[in-house]
């Protein structure tokens, strides 16, 4: 990226650093619909790091923390809200604005405790995102969800049925045309290696294993405890706060950003 500019990290700190991972507290930021006339990139210039605010140990702690699993397919990815004091506001002012994207989901597969959610109409979840001049930019490992591919979400709710929250950065799995997952989890770590030991065929029987509260098994995973629920208004905020100076993807030419597809 051009040395003249405000460092991306430092906006998105200003603007987001009210945002808490997953079901945290968000206050001080006004939520506003989407711009009409904002250029934003097709693909992420940078990878923003964040601290998760729980660490899973396996893919069962993760299911057993999460409200539902789903295995979807993206059918639509839309530029979503826009998250921050001012989205008028000019790069690098404390006031400048994020945005996030917006996937669309058709469920295929749902599991959840004792069965107790369906999906037979699609979800919405939210993913970061664009900063205040329309530069793309993901969090951590979790790379932008692409249309037409499948992935494997663990998921929380929001006061929408129809919109829900990724559990963190972690949560989400894509799955190859082998039936094999790649975990947006930290490469190397307990969690990355616990999902990607299963497979479409596999994990499916444990998840049902671990949700029958009628019948649970010997080796039941523990819930890990998950930070307080913000305000109300708050509880569909994209998942991960940037905390630290991004990592260049290498994707920046110098140029504009490209117009973003409403769909595809």
């Known amino acids: 990226m051009p040395e003249s500019r405000v460092p991306k990290w430092r906006i998105w700190a200003a603007a987001l650093a009210v945002v808490v991972v997953a079901g945290g507290v968000a206050g001080g930021v006004a939520m506003q619909p989407a711009a009409e006339a904002r250029a934003l990139d097709k693909e992420p210039e ?4 964040a601290v998760e605010s729980v660490e899973f140990e396996s893919v ?3 299911a057993v923390t999460s409200v539902a699993v789903v295995r979807a397919k993206v059918t639509a990815v839309n530029p979503g809200r826009i998250v921050g ?3 008028t506001a000019e790069p690098g002012e404390e006031s ?5 994207r917006d996937v669309t989901l ?3 597969e749902a599991y959840s405790r004792n069965n107790w959610y369906k999906f037979p109409d699609p979800i919405t979840v939210e993913e970061w995102g664009w900063d205040a001049s329309g530069d793309g930019y993901q969090v951590n490992n979790y790379s932008w969800s ?4 499948e992935y494997l979400f663990f998921l929380l709710k929001t006061s929408d049925p129809l919109r829900w929250n990724v559990i963190s950065t972690e949560g989400r799995a894509e799955i190859d045309e082998w039936g094999f997952y790649h975990s947006s989890a ?4 307990a969690l990355a290696g616990s999902i990607e030991s299963y497979d479409v065929f596999s994990l499916p029987i444990y998840l049902r294993q671990i949700y029958d509260t009628k019948n649970p098994p010997e080796d039941m995973p523990t819930p890990a405890d998950m930070p307080a629920a913000g305000p109300t208004g708050y509880e569909s905020a994209p998942i991960a706060t940037p905390t630290a100076e991004p990592t260049d993807l290498g994707t920046n030419d110098g140029s504009e950003p490209t117009p973003y597809p409403s769909s595809s």
Do not use: I, L
Not at 46 to 49: D, E, I, K, R
Not at 146 to 149: D, M, Q
Not at 186 to 189: I, Q, R, W
């Open 106 to 108: 058709q469920v295929t």
């Open 186 to 189: 930290e490469p190397g770590s």
């Open 146 to 149: 692409e249309v037409g591919k």
């Open 60 to 62: 069962g702690q993760m």
């Open 96 to 100: 400048a604005a994020a945005q996030a």
């Open 85 to 87: 004091a001012d989205e």
């Open 46 to 49: 940078v990878v923003a790091h």
